[in-house]
Every structure is written in structure tokens, then in C-alpha cells.
């Protein structure tokens, strides 16, 4: 039986039909370039799964990182904002430079897929594949140093904090000077998407993924007894009416040709049945693919929840954090990057124009420095969702994915 997965298999015969029919002869990394390294970087994506780590806890998943990437020649920087990891190679003589970020942080959720190297850390899990795309930017940084067919640097980023929204680790390792010390001519980066077959890779020019703000409303009103509601102000009222209320914005103020989200998260208030509480305290996700619509979001937002409140006698405190921004590919960049997978994968599995997506990500930040590329890769059409307790990301891409990063570099430094 074979030991890929019946879509990985359909890509290796596609690129052996191609082969048979134009020959050996070929520049850049093929998939089959990497198949020889399968199960060692299988044994690595599987220990930092087994580890997971937290932001800016990442210590042994970046020591493990540092010392393959030592191993292989490359002059590694470790610190780089908190817990980051930068390695750096050059070859030949050419001026051009290019960044491949990958993430490595895990979340709070406790572990629930049985697996033999399921978390031995309870309550913390990998559950949005960062061990893989740790693994499979280790892959091409193994291939690169073992071929070093590419002419210039390439600077391979292992970045601590992406899940923790404002102050994560893309901004820590910007303030730490990551382009300064490390240029890059352009950057990319890559994600996993549970819900598309494994080696099939998704692009989009442009607004790609959201902004997310966080806001956090706290509604003060009078407290009382049960019994007596008209002697006190209900803030279980207020918030009451106001989920629905905030729902209004996104159909009645937003251009429906925009795109936006308001998701009430949590909502606080009372410990016991016969008392009015002083206090309501409700969580709110906003997401959006503008800079005009999130401005216009956050002003309704806060002239909606205000009025809300004082219309029953209450009062309103909103504290209005603004998370990632929207994430914005840039057209060249995308285009080259959906090339180099159609060469790699074939046409069908490299999807331009992919659909928008309302999740986030502070790959953003990367991008509002240099131009460049954030791809999605598929996980598996029938895999658990992202940040669900029994998610697990796909082995069958970590030499395509590793292929992928190598080709990009090759590519893009080429002679």
C-alpha cells in the first residue's frame, strides 16, 4: 500500500506523465526532490506536536528549530522579538533577498485526537497547524542548504505569538528590527485550510484576510432586587437588546458589496436569579477587508452602544482594541507565487482568486512592509476544522509544502 495519501499520489503521476513526456531535465524542485526526507521531517512536526507551546513560551520548539537549521549551515539568530528564530543563507553572488515566515506558536485548548503524540501539556494543543508549517519551512530549509541552487540570500522566519492578536509576534520581531537586520526584497508566508484536498494551494491578489478588532462593552445600570425591577436599571436588559441591535451594522451600514462580521463572544452578568446585577460585560469580534469600512464600523459601533444605553437608563464604557489588520497581497507577488505552484502541482491545484477569508492573521503587518504573498495550502477535504480540540495537520504536505517553499526560493533568486 502506498504510503501517501490518494491525492498526493495523483500529483507525483501527474509530475511523472510530465517528466516521461519532456524529459529529466528540469531547473527547480520538483515533489519528488523532497520525498527522501518524509519521515524525518514526520518525526519533527510530530515532536513539537507533542510539545506545544504557547506565545512567547516557544523555548524548546525554538531551540529545535535553531539547532536543525545550525546543522545544515545557516547562521541562525535566536531573540528575535521574544522568541524568534531567524536563519539566514546566501549563496553565489546575487543582491536579491527573500523572506519565508512560519509560526510556531500553540492555543489553549486541551487536546482531544487520542493520537500517540497527541500534547502531553494539558490544556495546550497545536490546533491551527503551526507545527506543520514550522516543519515544512524546516524541509525547504534542509533542501535549499543541501542544493543551494538559488543566487542571493534567503532568510527563513520562525515567528513566535501569532495567536494572541494585538502585540503578537509579527510586530515584536518588526520592533526588534527583522528588516533592518534581515532584508527581504518580498516575504511570504503559508497557512493550512482544513475543508480543501492536501497539495492544493489557494491565492488571492489583494484584501485576503480580515482585520479583527476586539471590543469589549461593559454596561453599568443600577442593581436590585428581582422583585422590585422598576426601583432598579436592568443591564441584563440593555445587553439583551443590544445583540441584537449590533447585528444592524453589518445590514443596515455596511455597503453590501463589503464584507464584515460582528460576532457577540461573550456575555457576562449576575450570579443569582432574585438580584438585578450593577454590571453587564459583553465581548465582541469585528472583522473587516477595508481600512473605510473598519473605520466606520468602530464609529458605529460606539455611537450605537452609547445611545443603546442611555436610552435605558444606563451607561455604556467601550474599550475598542484594534487587533491585525486586513491582510493584503500584492498583485506581482501573488501571481509569481501561484506560477510557482502550478509548476509544482499542477494547474488544477493551484487556485487563483481563492475566496475571502474572515479569519486574521499578523502576517499582515509583513506585508504593510514589503510586498509579497500569504498562501493557503489544503489540509484534507474532510479534516477537523482550525482550533478545534481534535485537529491534526495533514503529514502528506509536509514535502509538498517543503517542495513549495523551495521552488518559491529557487525561483525567485534564480541566476
Same mark, same amino acid.
Given at each position: 500500500?502506498?504510503?501517501?495519501?490518494?491525492?498526493?499520489?495523483?500529483?507525483? !503521476?501527474?509530475?511523472?506523465?510530465?517528466?516521461?513526456?519532456?524529459?529529466?531535465?528540469?531547473? &527547480?524542485?520538483?515533489?519528488?526532490?523532497?520525498?527522501?526526507? *518524509?519521515?524525518?521531517?514526520?518525526?519533527?512536526?510530530?515532536?513539537?506536536?507533542?510539545?506545544?507551546?504557547?506565545?512567547?513560551?516557544?523555548?524548546?520548539?525554538?531551540?529545535?528549530?535553531?539547532?536543525?537549521?545550525?546543522?545544515?549551515?545557516?547562521?541562525?539568530?535566536?531573540?528575535?522579538?521574544?522568541?524568534?528564530?531567524?536563519?539566514?543563507?546566501?549563496?553565489?553572488?546575487? !543582491? *536579491?533577498?527573500?523572506?519565508?515566515?512560519?509560526?510556531?506558536?500553540?492555543?489553549?485548548?486541551?487536546?482531544?485526537?487520542?493520537?500517540?503524540? %497527541?500534547?502531553?501539556?494539558?490544556? !495546550?494543543?497545536?490546533?491551527?497547524?503551526?507545527? /506543520?508549517?514550522?516543519?515544512?519551512?524546516?524541509?525547504?530549509?534542509?533542501?535549499?542548504?543541501?542544493?543551494?541552487? &538559488?543566487? /542571493?540570500?534567503?532568510?527563513?522566519?520562525?515567528?513566535?505569538?501569532?495567536?494572541?492578536?494585538?502585540?503578537?509576534?509579527?510586530?515584536?520581531?518588526?520592533?526588534?528590527?527583522?528588516?533592518?537586520?534581515?532584508?527581504?526584497?518580498?516575504?511570504?508566508?503559508?497557512?493550512?485550510?482544513?475543508?480543501?484536498?492536501?497539495?492544493?494551494?489557494?491565492?488571492?491578489?489583494? #484584501?485576503?484576510?480580515?482585520?479583527?478588532? +476586539?471590543?469589549?462593552? +461593559?454596561?453599568?445600570? !443600577?442593581?436590585?432586587?428581582?422583585?422590585?425591577?422598576?426601583? =432598579?436599571? @436592568?443591564?441584563?436588559?440593555?445587553?439583551?437588546?443590544?445583540?441584537?441591535?449590533?447585528?444592524?451594522?453589518? %445590514?443596515?451600514?455596511?455597503?453590501?458589496?463589503?464584507?464584515?462580521?460582528?460576532?457577540?463572544?461573550?456575555?457576562?452578568?449576575?450570579?443569582?436569579?432574585?438580584?438585578? #446585577?450593577?454590571? %453587564?460585560?459583553?465581548?465582541?469580534?469585528?472583522?473587516?477587508?477595508?481600512?473605510?469600512?473598519?473605520? =466606520?464600523?468602530?464609529?458605529?459601533?460606539?455611537?450605537?452602544? +452609547?445611545?443603546?444605553?442611555?436610552?435605558?437608563? %444606563?451607561?455604556?464604557?467601550?474599550?475598542?482594541? *484594534?487587533?491585525? #489588520?486586513?491582510?493584503?497581497? =500584492?498583485?506581482?507577488?501573488?501571481?509569481?507565487? *501561484?506560477?510557482?505552484?502550478?509548476?509544482?502541482?499542477?494547474?488544477?491545484?493551484?487556485?487563483?482568486?481563492?475566496?475571502?477569508?474572515?479569519?486574521?492573521?499578523?502576517?499582515? $503587518?509583513?506585508?504593510?512592509?514589503?510586498?509579497?504573498?500569504?498562501?493557503?495550502?489544503?489540509?484534507?477535504?474532510?479534516? #477537523?476544522?482550525?482550533?478545534?480540540?481534535? $485537529? @491534526?495537520?495533514?503529514?502528506?504536505?509536509?514535502?509538498?509544502?517543503?517542495? $513549495?517553499?523551495?521552488?518559491?526560493?529557487?525561483? $525567485?533568486?534564480?541566476?
Amino acid at each position: 500500500m502506498s504510503e501517501h495519501a490518494p491525492e498526493i499520489e495523483s500529483i507525483l !503521476k501527474t509530475v511523472s506523465v510530465s517528466l516521461a513526456r519532456n524529459g529529466p531535465t528540469r531547473t &527547480f524542485c520538483t515533489l519528488h526532490d523532497t520525498l527522501d526526507s *518524509r519521515d524525518e521531517l514526520q518525526d519533527i512536526r510530530r515532536s513539537i506536536h507533542q510539545h506545544p507551546e504557547l506565545a512567547f513560551n516557544e523555548v524548546r520548539t525554538a531551540e529545535l528549530v535553531a539547532s536543525k537549521l545550525e546543522g545544515w549551515g545557516y547562521a541562525v539568530t535566536r531573540g528575535v522579538g521574544g522568541t524568534g528564530v531567524v536563519a539566514t543563507l546566501r549563496s553565489g553572488s546575487g !543582491k *536579491r533577498s527573500v523572506g519565508i515566515r512560519a509560526d510556531m506558536d500553540a492555543l489553549p485548548i486541551h487536546e482531544r485526537t487520542n493520537l500517540p503524540y %497527541a500534547s502531553v501539556h494539558e490544556g !495546550k494543543m497545536h490546533a491551527c497547524g503551526h507545527d /506543520g508549517h514550522t516543519t515544512v519551512l524546516l524541509g525547504a530549509a534542509r533542501q535549499l542548504a543541501r542544493t543551494r541552487h &538559488f543566487n /542571493g540570500t534567503v532568510n527563513l522566519i520562525f515567528q513566535p505569538a501569532e495567536e494572541i492578536g494585538a502585540g503578537g509576534g509579527a510586530e515584536r520581531m518588526l520592533a526588534d528590527g527583522l528588516f533592518e537586520r534581515f532584508p527581504c526584497d518580498a516575504i511570504f508566508g503559508l497557512h493550512n485550510h482544513p475543508g480543501v484536498e492536501a497539495g492544493t494551494f489557494m491565492f488571492r491578489a489583494g #484584501p485576503f484576510m480580515a482585520a479583527c478588532d +476586539t471590543v469589549t462593552i +461593559t454596561i453599568r445600570g !443600577k442593581g436590585g432586587h428581582a422583585a422590585r425591577p422598576h426601583q =432598579s436599571i @436592568d443591564p441584563i436588559l440593555v445587553a439583551g437588546s443590544l445583540v441584537m441591535a449590533l447585528q444592524s451594522i453589518v %445590514a443596515r451600514n455596511v455597503d453590501p458589496n463589503e464584507t464584515a462580521v460582528v460576532t457577540i463572544g461573550t456575555l457576562h452578568a449576575g450570579h443569582a436569579p432574585n438580584v438585578i #446585577p450593577d454590571s %453587564a460585560r459583553m465581548e465582541i469580534s469585528v472583522r473587516s477587508f477595508s481600512a473605510e469600512v473598519r473605520a =466606520s464600523m468602530e464609529a458605529r459601533i460606539r455611537q450605537l452602544v +452609547t445611545a443603546h444605553a442611555e436610552g435605558y437608563g %444606563a451607561t455604556a464604557e467601550i474599550d475598542y482594541v *484594534r487587533g491585525y #489588520p486586513v491582510l493584503v497581497n =500584492s498583485e506581482a507577488e501573488t501571481e509569481f507565487a *501561484r506560477q510557482v505552484a502550478e509548476e509544482l502541482v499542477g494547474p488544477e491545484r493551484a487556485i487563483g482568486n481563492f475566496h475571502r477569508i474572515a479569519g486574521s492573521e499578523d502576517f499582515a $503587518y509583513f506585508l504593510q512592509q514589503r510586498p509579497g504573498c500569504f498562501v493557503r495550502m489544503g489540509n484534507g477535504a474532510n479534516q #477537523p476544522l482550525l482550533h478545534n480540540a481534535g $485537529y @491534526d495537520f495533514n503529514d502528506d504536505n509536509l514535502t509538498v509544502g517543503a517542495a $513549495y517553499w523551495t521552488r518559491l526560493v529557487e525561483r $525567485y533568486l534564480a541566476e
